[in-house]
């Protein structure tokens, strides 16, 4: 009988198969493997320098360890405050608050949840009851949201409720409050774990301005009530505040994350002379052409009181050389709609700016930090 003329092309495509799938294993089996950890965790399923240095983590731990650590972190947060010469234990109280907030479900857990609320909450709170007389005190609140107060103006930059789990984010009366208490709102870029239309509304329907990355919202009503500064390393815009009472001076530094993200980096000066840098989701590439080509001038350009990096930006100590701040206080930790693997600690933090020359502040939800002039 005649073969079958797709006899030989069958078996050709098998044969092309097997060499096909043999080779595939012999490149993977002549990378170089990551030497294995032998405390497995989630976060080691995904080798990469990032996740180095880190605990490892449980899909879940029982309720009562979880109860009985938060309630030590805020005896703990609220019996030594953050300082520049930190309390050792504090380092511990944030180190368990990794532990817990990277257990799988975290952003699911009812106690979470309620020490998340609970700890805004308190800052709100405390905003409405503290008038500054002199220097400046900041509020760090949810991921790099911050609430910044100076004698004469309040400013927040990338304020939102929280995250997209059902029953982790704030109460919008809260969000309301905080509104109140705020001159302005400064947006770094579009990811919704710092840009919040309901709370940019809050912001506009009580007529104070909304500083927003170009693009933001495009095609949505919304968009044409924002303010939309063009980036650039040598323009000082100028926002007015408290109808028109005061202005803010803010350089919008033309940042990214990553290579297609535009990000706002923003330099804001207060009528009373300090001036703070908000960094967004700054990072990327290094090198000439770069962002740091800029960035490496900040702190040349302007003479900086306090940086607000996120704490896992490019380089964070070489961000910090350029910018030249008197005071680092970092932002971002634990951003709970990220997958475990990309949920960065304060852990991460501490290791990032291990032997800087700048002080630097590590804060937990919800803690602010008086800094003298
Ligand atoms: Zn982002
Ligand atoms: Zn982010």
Redesign the pocket.
Known sequence: MEASPLRPTAQHLRRALFGAALLQALLVYAQPAAAPKPYPSPRHAYPSPRYELTAPELPDAPDEWIDRSIQWVNDILDSYGPDVVEHPVRRAALIRLDDILHIDSAPAKTLVQQFYRARIEKAVKEIEATRVTSGMRIWKLY??GFFVRTPSVSFTFDIVPGTRAPGFEVDAKVLERLAGQSDALLISHM?N??ASQIVAKLFLDRKKPVVAPEGLWSGQDIAARLIFPKPSATTIHEIPIQNGRQVLKVVVYPGH?GARVTNNVQLLTTPDGFTVVHT??QSGAEGPGSDFDWIANIGYQHPVDLLMP?CWTTDMQRVARGVDPKLIITG?EN?MGHAVKDRRGYTQTYNHLFGSHYPFIVMGWGESYYYPK
Request: no cysteine.
């Open positions: 991921n790099h990811h774990d710092h994350q967004g989701d996120n971002h951003e």
